[in-house]
């Protein structure tokens, strides 16, 4: 087992109710090097993403006294907390309660059952290994003027400030040479 090279371990707080959910993710995450704090519930959890400031956490949805939704809300409103990743988790896997947490900004939604906590591991490791690139785009070379007028992109220039936009690169999937791009204003970001 491979443990994650840098200088501090990555924090991750672990909120569910259930014991025997959190102590086998929590087995899991302290056996590759992480960190691990956790949270029997949401209100629980919120207080200890204040306290502990972790690099990720992992909640489920429904918990006494705050459930993953409002835990997520709570999160986001706080200026110490707003940018760390969340991932969920539910029993139900009701499409709705995904749909929800994707509108809500939860980096990924697992369904309890569905995934093995391996799995989850994997997700969390790519959160830390995500590797971005800015390049700048010639507009006018082989395809690009074709690209541009199919994404509507008035020739790779802002909306706003009329800045030529450049493409940033996002590895998802080193092994498979997968990655997503996006164009984005230098100046307006």
């Known amino acids: 087992m491979e443990e994650i090279k840098n200088d501090k371990k990555k924090k991750v707080l672990l909120v569910d109710d259930d014991a025997t959910i959190r102590t086998t993710y929590a087995d899991i995450f302290r056996s590759e090097g992480f960190e691990v704090v956790e949270a029997g519930d949401g209100m629980e959890g919120l207080d200890k993403a204040i306290a502990e400031m972790p690099d990720v956490i992992f ?95 008035n020739e790779f220039r802002c909306e706003k400030c009329n800045e030529l936009k450049i493409m940033v690169v996002e590895i998802m999937d080193v092994n498979k040479e997968e990655f997503k791009t996006q164009f984005v204003c230098p100046e307006c970001k």
């Open 59 to 153: 909640t489920g949805i429904i918990m006494p006294k705050m459930d993953g939704f409002d835990l997520k809300d709570a999160l986001a409103k706080n200026v110490a907390t707003v940018n760390i990743p969340v991932l969920m988790s539910s029993h139900m896997g009701r499409e709705e309660d995904r749909q929800k947490a994707m509108a809500m900004g939860v980096k990924d939604f697992f369904v309890v059952g569905m995934i093995t906590p391996r799995h989850v591991l994997e997700k969390v490791r790519a959160l830390f290994s995500s590797k971005k690139y800015h390049l700048k785009f010639d507009a006018l070379a082989l395809d690009a003027p074709k690209l541009a007028a199919d994404f509507h992109l």
